[in-house]
């Protein structure tokens, strides 16, 4: 069975641009999750989708918004980015019942200039 | 709020050496607990995990137990490899929520 898979895998942009990272979760998996890597603050979640519907959501601010597809693939925005917005944004899927395993992306590295 | 408290790295072993990892956490209720490994350049692998107290998660030679009384789930090897240096993060999910917590991650380095 195919992992997750995260596109592109490396990304830099410029400040106020705006971005767009796509997410393929396993085949099955129903709930896809976002989080965000630094240095600094570590892994920290963003939201998490089920069946087209945020069902979560971490403290960012609404700069960084998200949805997620009928194929259960998702996508997150972030707009006027921010030199602070540069991480590995990683994704994870899985079947959506409350407390399962989540399997992880490769990531999507972005670097704001 | 939940929260996970892990040792501050790096931890520094020799190849063959015995390999622990603190992990404490803060929760309400009866959270699930992993480890995830991440290797240079890549994302997250899960590498074990527990879903209640006195389960004992295992995999390629790493344990870790939940321990309720303590509110700990501390990672183990008895030999480590060179090929085991990584972070390791520790991570929980409460009972109603399938949002992961992380630690601040333990970077391991394992020399010959």
């Known amino acids: 069975k195919a992992g997750v898979t995260q596109t592109p895998r490396y990304l830099i942009k410029t400040r106020g641009q705006q971005v767009t990272l796509s997410c393929s979760p396993i085949s099955g998996h129903r709930s896809v999750s976002w989080y965000q890597q630094t240095p600094g603050q570590g892994l920290q979640f963003l939201f998490e989708?089920?069946?087209?519907?945020?069902?979560n959501k971490g403290n960012f601010p609404g700069r960084f918004s998200g949805r997620q597809f009928s194929n259960s693939r998702s996508e997150m925005n972030v707009s006027t980015l921010e030199l602070g917005d540069s991480a590995l944004y990683l994704c994870a899927s899985s079947y959506g019942t409350r407390q399962e395993t989540q399997y992880f992306g490769p990531g999507t590295r972005l670097l704001v200039l | 709020g939940d929260s996970v408290t892990q040792m501050e790295g790096p931890v520094t072993l020799s190849e063959e050496a015995f390999l622990t990892i603190n992990c404490t956490y803060t929760a309400t209720g009866y959270p699930s607990l992993f480890w995830y490994v991440q290797y240079p350049g890549e994302g997250l692998q899960l590498l074990l995990k527990?879903?209640?107290?006195?389960d004992k998660g295992s995999n390629k030679g790493f344990e870790a137990t939940y321990r309720k009384e303590t509110t700990s789930f501390h990672l183990e090897k008895g030999s480590v490899q060179v090929s085991d240096s990584a972070v390791y993060f520790c991570?929980?999910?409460?009972?109603?929520?399938?949002?992961?917590?992380f630690g601040t991650g333990t970077r391991l380095q394992v020399f010959p």
């Open positions: 991570a929980l999910s409460g009972a109603d929520t399938d949002k992961l917590i």
């Open positions: 989708y089920f069946s087209e519907t945020q069902r």
């Open positions: 527990a879903t209640k107290a006195d």
